[in-house]
């Protein structure tokens, strides 16, 4: 859907609803680039790295060896003392220096955003931010919470502008069950998708169905 994958460099947003993936999604891109050879950092603004490790393993039998890549330094897990982008924008740093780390999630900036007393200083500051990050030798991902988990109610927000590009995950309604659903909403860098895809959160990782309709 990406032909060939998010650009190196480029800086996207996650977008869902809760139940929707992205957490799952996040760690699936540390992990398998962990395991190619790029060091990955994930910056988690609510859960901790115990927490995190263990709903992993309990719900992928994937990430059977993510001690391991701990271990060895190719896959970090922190959670800032600070609820602020400054303090995310200086952890990025630290460990791109310390642990040449390529890949990068931020979970979540809705977090970072009710920390703001007001929306255009977040507006300012994510400005901010995203220059910085563009000076930085390193891909992120970084999870924000949508207002809905339906499609046709879905807001454009800020990072819809700003991000390089927006993958949007929805938790659809069809009939009596729900059906998980991606877009590739934008990427610079790269002639994407544009096709609503299904999707599935198995034990061996995340499944893109793409080519098949959402039924």
């Known amino acids: 859907m990406l032909n060939g994958g998010i650009p190196v460099g480029r800086h996207v947003a996650l ?9 799952s999604f996040c760690f699936e891109y540390l992990y398998q680039g962990a395991k190619m050879g790029e060091n990955g950092l994930y910056i988690s603004l609510e859960e901790t790295q115990e927490d995190i490790i263990e709903n992993m393993k309990n719900s992928f039998t994937l990430f059977t060896d993510t001690s391991q890549l701990i271990a060895e330094r190719k896959l970090e897990i922190v959670k800032p003392e600070k609820l602020n982008l400054e303090e995310v ?7 791109i ?3 040449n780390i390529k890949r990068a999630a931020i979970d979540s900036a809705t977090m970072i955003r009710l920390s703001f007393s007001s929306e255009i200083e977040y507006r300012q500051t994510l400005f901010e931010f995203l220059s910085l990050l563009r000076n930085l030798d390193v891909t992120t991902i970084t999870t924000v919470e949508a207002s809905t988990a339906k499609r046709e109610l879905m807001e454009y927000d800020i990072e819809h502008f700003v991000m390089d590009g927006i993958v949007n995950l929805y938790n659809l309604d069809r009939e009596d069950r729900r059906v998980r659903a991606l877009e590739i909403f934008k990427m610079r860098g790269t002639d994407h998708s544009r096709d609503l895809v299904p999707f599935k959160v198995t034990p061996s990782g995340i499944k893109v169905y793409v080519g098949e309709k959402v039924f």
Do not use: H, Q
Not at 15 to 23: D, L, N, V, W
């Open 15 to 23: 977008y869902g609803g809760p139940g929707a993936g992205k957490t």
């Open 97 to 99: 220096t310390s642990n």
């Open 89 to 95: 924008a200086n952890l990025l740093e630290d460990r």
